[in-house]
């Protein structure tokens, strides 16, 4: 098995589905507990003052984007799925349900919630058993992978077998990996069923650890030079959410990935194409909450309009805080009217209404309901913890957060019956950092729209006033707090950290801060643009390193 895995894993079996059953007995590198993520208090974000630096009032040492630890992490169903699309084509069966269920931390390639399982076993068995019976049913499918079918002999199988590893496992077959294809080989010449042997060679490729596991490899001591199937990968699934393609793997075999301005244009190449701005959906919708979003029509309008506003915000040369101050916003009819925007298509402008940017946005105000109705307090820690990286801890007492609060007054309003709960010193502390930011969104209910009162109670009236994080951050409705989140120093080094985190995929550890600052820095310098972030990123030395511990 440490062929399989690049020479890290403790494990010897050779069978692709006991290499993979084989990580259920324990055949996982160690994982360490992350540090929490930003740090910092709540003052002052509402400011334009010091700088995104996490502690004392000297100004930070920018560092280096960190040289990441050697991780082996499980694509995730979308990278999957994208990948077998990419590869076979546009209506592969890929039974995603079969597979695990992905985290959310909050995104959903995190290594530590990749736990094995009998059921990632048999899902992928069930997930090569469909997609080969799918690929071989019909001719046209079957020369897609394997364009010298019709001759059915020795050496086009061999260049079959390289074609599939090659996209699937991103790197080629070697030698002993021939050898186990090689009663396959057999099979394909001298049974007549040419097709048949692709079809189990199929099942092969992809119930091997290495369609599914990414994998890093290299000996333990100083920070090595990746190779360039690795360098590839990373791209790849950092920039479209998939495997790499023809391109960038060519790339990656004439040695253009081992020079900066190889991976910036490849990098280039893929953020401008479909599947790039896709994935910049992607990683904002995960990031801000609402990535399930679309179980009805009226979700997937809302969906539609923040997917547009990503699309404006991380386009090349733009500043990514229109994502919160953009005064317009993309809307068919139905959504228009569910807003009281009147009944027109497209980009809308919201003129006199109290609106701004994503936070005005259904998506975002579905996220933070709960108790059917929108909660200030998860609103308020959905601020704090997605958009400045502020970690908001758990109640350290029995309480029960499942349960809206109450009052000794049973009319009392819901202002009231919050006030009344912060006065509760176990409850108080937190309260007071993450309920003032929810009422100030109050005048959007749990599916965006606006309101002047409580539900049913005219005479609740609802002011929209709310502060986050001293005098300079109070403001009235949504539209001052996205100028508030907009003006803040701590956004870029929050979003850069997010960046970092699905990169990387996993939390925060020791010594992220400094590549933390250094992405934030180049936010901050660069105009905001993230399409810029992203090529100063690739192109910096320490993106084609891997760091290998004991």
């Given at each position: ?57 000297d100004e930070p040492i920018i560092g280096a984007p960190v040289i990441e630890r050697s991780t082996t992490r499980r694509l995730s169903r979308v990278e999957v799925h994208r990948t077998l699309e990419n590869v076979f084509g546009a209506g592969v069966p890929v039974s995603e349900d079969q597979l695990p269920e992905d985290g959310n931390t909050p995104f959903d390639n995190d290594v530590q919630e990749q736990a094995p399982s009998m059921r990632l076993v048999e899902g992928t068995e069930t997930i090569g058993i469909e997609v080969a019976d799918w690929v071989v049913a019909q001719p046209s499918r079957l020369t897609r992978i394997s364009p010298c079918a019709t001759t059915g002999d020795a050496a086009c199988f061999e260049a079959t077998a390289q074609r599939l590893a090659r996209a699937l496992w991103r790197r080629p077959m070697d030698a002993a990996d021939l050898a186990d294809v090689a009663t396959l080989r057999g ?364």
């Amino acid at each position: 098995m440490s062929r399989y895995f690049d020479s890290w894993h403790p494990c010897a079996v050779r069978s692709p589905a006991l290499l993979l059953a084989a990580l259920l007995a324990g055949c996982t590198g160690e994982i360490r507990l992350p540090p929490a993520l930003g740090g910092g208090t709540a003052a002052g974000i509402g400011g334009t003052g010091a700088g995104s630096g996490t502690g004392g009032g000297d100004e930070p040492i920018i560092g280096a984007p960190v040289i990441e630890r050697s991780t082996t992490r499980r694509l995730s169903r979308v990278e999957v799925h994208r990948t077998l699309e990419n590869v076979f084509g546009a209506g592969v069966p890929v039974s995603e349900d079969q597979l695990p269920e992905d985290g959310n931390t909050p995104f959903d390639n995190d290594v530590q919630e990749q736990a094995p399982s009998m059921r990632l076993v048999e899902g992928t068995e069930t997930i090569g058993i469909e997609v080969a019976d799918w690929v071989v049913a019909q001719p046209s499918r079957l020369t897609r992978i394997s364009p010298c079918a019709t001759t059915g002999d020795a050496a086009c199988f061999e260049a079959t077998a390289q074609r599939l590893a090659r996209a699937l496992w991103r790197r080629p077959m070697d030698a002993a990996d021939l050898a186990d294809v090689a009663t396959l080989r057999g099979h394909a010449t001298s049974g007549g069923n040419f097709a048949g042997a692709v079809k189990m060679l199929i099942r092969f490729v992809l119930l091997h650890p290495a369609f599914l596991y990414r994998t890093e490899g290299g000996r333990d001591g100083e920070p090595q030079r990746l190779a360039p199937y690795e360098i590839a990968t990373r791209l790849a699934l950092m920039l479209e959410g998939r495997a790499p393609d023809e391109a960038l793997l060519a790339a990656a075999e004439a040695g253009e990935l081992d020079t900066p301005e190889g991976r910036r244009g490849q990098a280039e190449r893929l953020m401008s194409g479909a599947a790039g701005k896709e994935q910049q959906r992607r990683f904002v919708a995960m990031w801000l909450g609402y990535s399930k979003l679309q179980t009805n029509t009226l979700e997937t309008a809302m969906r539609a309009e923040s997917d547009a506003l990503v699309d404006r915000a991380f386009a090349g040369g733009a500043d990514y805080r229109l994502l919160f101050t953009s005064d317009e916003t993309f809307v068919d009819a139905s959504l228009a009217t569910h807003y009281g925007l009147g009944t027109g298509s497209g980009w809308v402008p919201y003129g006199a209404a109290n609106r701004r940017g994503i936070l005005s946005h259904g998506s975002f105000s579905i996220a933070g309901a709960k108790f059917g109705d929108t909660s200030p307090t998860r609103r308020g820690k959905f601020v704090r913890e997605r958009i400045f990286c502020q970690k908001m801890e758990l109640p350290t007492e029995n309480v029960d957060v499942d349960q809206p609060p109450k009052s000794n007054d049973p009319n009392a309003c819901k202002y009231d019956r919050y006030v009344e709960h912060r006065s509760n010193t176990i409850c108080a502390g937190c309260h007071a950092q993450m309920d003032p930011i929810g009422f100030g969104l109050e005048n959007l209910d749990h599916l965006g729209r606006w309101r002047a009162h409580d539900e049913g109670r005219p005479e609740c009236v609802v002011s929209g006033e709310g502060t986050v994080g001293g005098t300079n951050g109070t403001f009235v409705g949504p539209k001052q707090l996205a100028d508030r989140v907009a003006a803040s120093p701590r956004i870029d080094m929050c979003l850069a950290s997010q960046l970092m985190r699905f990169e990387a995929g996993r939390t925060a550890q020791a010594g992220d801060d400094e590549s933390a600052r250094w992405l934030g820095a180049q936010l901050a310098s660069g105009g905001h643009d993230v399409h810029a972030l992203l090529l100063a990123y690739v192109s910096h030395e320490n993106f084609a390193l891997r760091r290998v511990e004991p």
